[in-house]
């Protein structure tokens, strides 16, 4: 969905104790030297801390005699992080980051082409050929590729199929099924859907409803304006009109729908593979439902999921670059897959077996090809920052306080018009 949910894509802690050393990632936590002799620094998503990347860290420490310092962020925090370091000249060796944040950094000066590394090792680590094309592309600033995706991922539709059954129902398909069933699903202290707070899970119904974000040729923002006021609107009225969804929390946490839908107090939920996990650990009675993604003008997503870069003043880039091989191989990515339900950005993944013989994730496989950048045209005038800061803003005001969508959008699109002259 990050991408997203980019998405930025939205993942939160797994609560794994660390095999590796792990500084402090809280504010006065010391500056990390990137060439300290012997410490092979990497800022990570707290969420992604898994036993298939234990491994490859093992195996990377042995084959360089290295020490990796692995430090866990939540998105927020890793991005102030990061943007302190880039001002202090002191960076990690290389950075995960959430979607987005590549060519922004690209144009910045501030990430580090990995041009010369393709034209070297692409053709053995099937880079770029192997990868789905929306991958390459949103890496990529005038015509080189400066990070590697690590994680693809989608939005879609995740149910409850013993409340649906119960209900009489089939998934939904459509906006108008969508809305039918969250209303015949709300009842007993039981509610429809619950929708994220975070502005990223909008672009689905935004893509869905045919609307481009930013177009660099023409400067529109947000068009066709009467589809993504619609689009914003339908989402509001989920919640403040027809009374199906509960009002959502403002913070960073991206957990508060899953929760709901552990706890069996929501039939459906907008979301990516990031939620599976913790579903099923937390209420493995459930039975899962995944739907494709539902359709308005068009039956498609957002692509969110994770990319990983390496900082312009890195000293060790080549030791970056070896980190990048062996994490992004398709055995790694298959052994995460089996862990966690992840999905990959390698074309080849998808004819895995894990991937094919599970219906839940073979419905996020098929959709991935439907998954659209929302805010590519965006990062390559620079001012990803303030248009996020903006969303965020206009998206709660809509889903949270109930503000007319059309109001709301129009004085984002007026903001937006200032800072991306």
């Known amino acids: 969905m990050s991408s997203h949910p980019s998405r ?47 491994k490859v860290i093992a195996e990377f420490e042995q084959a360089n005699k290295v020490k990796v310092n692995m430090q866990k962020y939540q998105w927020p925090d890793l991005r102030t992080r990061l943007l302190a370091d880039f001002a202090s000249g002191t960076v990690p060796d290389l950075v995960e980051e959430p979607g987005g944040w590549v060519q922004e950094f690209a144009v910045s000066g501030n990430a580090r082409s990995l041009q010369d590394f393709v034209d070297r090792d692409g053709q053995a680590m099937g880079f770029p050929a192997d990868w789905q094309p929306v991958t390459v592309e949103r890496n990529s600033y005038q015509g080189k590729v400066y990070g590697v995706q690590l994680h693809l991922t989608c939005n879609t539709l995740i149910y409850n199929q013993g409340m649906l059954r119960e209900a009489g129902l089939e998934a939904p398909t459509t906006w108008e099924e969508f809305l039918d069933a969250a209303r015949k699903l709300t009842k007993d202290g039981v509610y429809g859907v619950a929708l994220n707070q975070d502005y990223t899970y909008m672009w689905p119904w935004m893509v869905q409803a045919g609307v481009t974000p930013y177009d660099l040729e023409t400067k529109a923002i947000m068009e066709p304006r009467a589809d993504a006021v619609a689009a914003l609107q339908f ?41 599976l996990d913790p579903i099923r650990k937390t209420s493995p009675d459930i039975e899962l439902g995944v739907a494709p993604p539902l359709k308005n003008k068009t039956a498609a997503t957002q692509a969110a999921g994770v990319s990983m870069f390496v900082p312009a003043k890195a000293t060790r880039p080549e030791l970056s670059w070896d980190f990048i091989k062996r994490v992004t191989a398709l055995q790694v990515e298959q052994a995460a897959t089996k862990e966690t339900g992840m999905l990959m950005p390698r074309k080849s993944w998808v004819d895995l077996p894990e991937v094919q ?39 709660q005001q809509v889903l949270i306080q109930n503000k007319p969508a059309a109001e709301a959008l129009d004085t984002f699109a007026e903001a937006a018009e200032g800072f991306l002259k």
């Open 235 to 275: 989402q509001a009225d989920l919640v403040h009109k027809h009374k199906v969804a509960p009002v959502p929390v403002a913070g960073t946490d991206y957990s508060g729908p899953q929760k709901l839908f552990s706890a069996k107090r929501a039939a459906m939920i907008l979301t990516g593979p990031w939620d």
């Open 8 to 54: 930025r894509d939205l993942l939160r802690l797994v609560g794994a104790a660390a095999a590796v050393p792990v500084l402090s990632s809280c504010a006065g936590a010391p500056a990390t030297q990137s060439a300290a002799p012997g410490t092979f620094t990497v800022y990570w998503n707290a969420g992604h801390d898994y036993q298939a990347y234990r």
């Open 357 to 395: 013989s599970d219906p839940v994730t073979k419905v996020f496989a098929d959709a991935l090809p439907t998954a659209r950048d929302s805010s590519q045209e965006v990062r390559l005038t620079g001012q990803l920052g303030k248009w996020e800061e903006q969303l965020k803003v206009m998206y």
